[in-house]
């Protein structure tokens, strides 16, 4: 079982920064790929961000190109996103997320929900213009 728990989120102007948290906890031998989701208001969970568990392989979505990163501590356990140039349309509960994979079958990180098996509470992120 993993644990994950995200903290970070708050309220930010359009233009402004923040950086999400989420520590991980737990059998995290199989844990392949990390990634962050979001959800707003009567909308479907949107991939946002993934990263290879050893830190490469690095994948975002086209809305946050150029202005999130996703970076991995994993000495610290640690899963970071940092969020720059916000826009109002950046408002969402953000999720982390772990897929579970043994290290043997390879291949990369993708976008896709049903992959994570491990998700976190969520925290939210409000955006104003």
């Known amino acids: 079982q993993v644990h994950l728990v995200e903290s970070g989120g708050g309220s930010m102007q359009s233009g402004g920064s923040l950086r999400l948290s989420c520590e991980r906890s737990g059998s995290i031998n199989n844990i392949y790929c990390m990634a962050w989701f979001r959800q707003a208001p009567g909308k479907d969970r949107e991939g946002v961000a993934t990263i290879y568990r050893r830190g490469g392989t690095l994948y975002y979505a086209d809305s946050v190109k150029g202005r999130f990163t996703i970076s991995l501590d994993n000495a610290k356990n640690m899963l970071y996103l940092q969020m720059n140039d916000l826009k109002p349309d950046d408002t969402a509960k953000y999720y982390c997320?772990?897929?579970?994979?043994?290290?043997?079958?390879?291949?990369?990180?993708?976008?896709?929900?049903?992959?994570?098996?491990?998700w976190g509470q969520g925290t939210q992120v409000t955006v104003s213009s």
């Open positions: 997320a772990a897929e579970e994979r043994p290290p043997s079958y390879g291949g990369g990180c993708f976008l896709f929900s049903s992959n994570y098996k491990y």
